[in-house]
Nanobody, 123 residues
Framework: VQLQASGGGLVQAGGSLRLSCAASGRTFRTVAMGWFRQAPGKEREFVATINWNGVSTYYTDSVKGRFTISRDNAKNTVYLQMNNLKPEDTAVYYC?????????????????WGQGTQVTVSS
C-alpha cells in the first residue's frame, strides 16, 4: 500500500484546509485510516481515525468540532477537512493505513504511512 497526502499549505488562523490521502492497493477499503501530525520539537500525535466503511470516526479532543475525517472507498481516498484552524494546528500531517477495520488512535496499529504534508497556520 502506498499513501500520497496532499492539500497542506499556509493559512491564517480561522481559515480552512482540506487534506487528501490517495491510497493504492485493494486493502484500502477493508481497513481503518488515520491522520496524525507532528509539530516541530514534538512527538507525533493522533488526530483522527475512520473505520473501514466510514460509519465510525474518532478524534483527539483538541480538534473535535473543527476537523472532520471522511473517506471515499470508490476513490481510495481519505480526507481531513480542517476548519477554524489555530496556530497550534501547525504541523506535518500524515495519513496512515490501519492494520484492522476498526478505529484506533495508537500509531502502532497503523501499518503504512504517507510522506506527510505541511500545514502552517499564522496568527
Amino acid at each position: 500500500v502506498q499513501l500520497q497526502a496532499s492539500g497542506g499549505g499556509l493559512v491564517q488562523a480561522g481559515g480552512s484546509l482540506r487534506l487528501s490521502c490517495a491510497a493504492s492497493g485493494r486493502t484500502f477499503r477493508t481497513v481503518a485510516m488515520g491522520w496524525f501530525r507532528q509539530a516541530p520539537g514534538k512527538e507525533r500525535e493522533f488526530v483522527a481515525t475512520i473505520n473501514w466503511n466510514g460509519v465510525s470516526t474518532y478524534y483527539t479532543d483538541s480538534v473535535k468540532g473543527r476537523f472532520t475525517i471522511s473517506r471515499d472507498n470508490a476513490k481510495n481516498t481519505v480526507y481531513l477537512q480542517m476548519n477554524n484552524l489555530k496556530p497550534e494546528d501547525t504541523a506535518v500531517y500524515y495519513c496512515a493505513s490501519g492494520r484492522r477495520f476498526g478505529t484506533d488512535s495508537a500509531d502502532s496499529e497503523y501499518e503504512y504511512w504517507g510522506q506527510g504534508t505541511q500545514v502552517t497556520v499564522s496568527s
